[in-house]
């Protein structure tokens, strides 16, 4: 069974820095790309970043991109976030998302998401 | 990159047929054949339930299906069930190496 299980979520004072991960477990973790997506509290999702699965292609939203850092380390089957110099918008539910095995262009298995609230 | 446009509810009634909506640009939808829709019931994670404009993933019942024209996309739901009362959001790839999502429909089960 597919599983992405999200970690590392929490309260982070505006400016501060927080580390996300993902575990994935049930498929062989290096033969997909995976994103980060993120809703804030009632509202929408919004993509955040993508990496495909050797690392060498990395893309991230305008509203982010600067601030965050998308990683992988297929040895230890995992995903990472790193967001430095949060802001109060950065404030949602962050999910991982691998891109669909049947199509390079939508996202097949979403965890549960973990949730960043940015405030001081 | 703005967000898809879709409305921001629809409703109908158990065994009717309802349509969502999603409006892009030549940019997104219009550009690529890469429309998904996702199903999202509350507190939960989202769910895949149309990839690649008008294809069904495994599990997924043939009463959703998909369809796009110019730079809109539709997900159509058949015969209606109550567990179908959810949020649905459109996505599309972009000519930004991106992604973008609508802002989301709430789909109500009368």
């Known amino acids: 069974e597919v599983q992405l299980v999200e970690s590392g979520g929490g309260l982070v004072q505006p400016g501060g820095s927080l580390r996300l991960s993902c575990a994935a477990s049930?498929?062989?973790?290096?033969?997909?790309?995976v994103n980060w997506v993120r809703q804030a509290p009632g509202k929408g999702l919004e993509w955040v970043a993508y990496?495909?699965?050797?690392?060498?292609?990395?893309y991230y939203a305008d509203s982010v991109r600067g601030r965050f850092t998308i990683s992988r380390d297929n040895a230890e089957n995992s995903l990472y976030l790193q967001m430095n110099s949060v802001r109060a918008e950065d404030t949602a539910v962050y999910y991982c998302?691998?891109?669909?095995?049947?199509?390079?262009?939508?996202?097949?298995?979403w965890g549960q998401g973990t949730l960043v609230t940015v405030s001081s | 990159q703005s967000a898809l446009t879709q409305p921001a509810s629809v409703s109908g009634s158990p065994g009717q047929s309802i349509t969502i909506s999603c409006t892009g640009t030549?940019?997104?939808?219009?550009?690529?054949?890469?429309v998904s829709w996702y199903q999202q019931h509350p507190g939960k994670a989202p769910k895949l339930m149309i990839y690649?404009?008008?294809k069904r993933p495994s599990g997924v019942s043939n009463r959703f299906s998909g369809s796009k024209s110019g730079n809109s996309a539709s997900l159509t739901i058949s015969g209606l069930q109550s567990e179908d009362e959810a949020d649905y959001y459109c996505?599309?790839?972009?000519?930004?190496?991106?992604?973008?999502f609508g802002g989301g429909t709430k789909l109500t089960v009368l």
């Open positions: 998302a691998r891109v669909s095995s049947s199509s390079g262009w939508s996202f097949d298995y």
């Open positions: 049930g498929f062989t973790f290096s033969n997909n790309n």
């Open positions: 990496i495909n699965t050797i690392g060498t292609a990395i």
């Open positions: 030549s940019s997104d939808i219009g550009g690529f054949n890469y």
């Open positions: 690649d404009v008008s």
């Open positions: 996505s599309s790839y972009t000519i930004s190496t991106t992604w973008v």
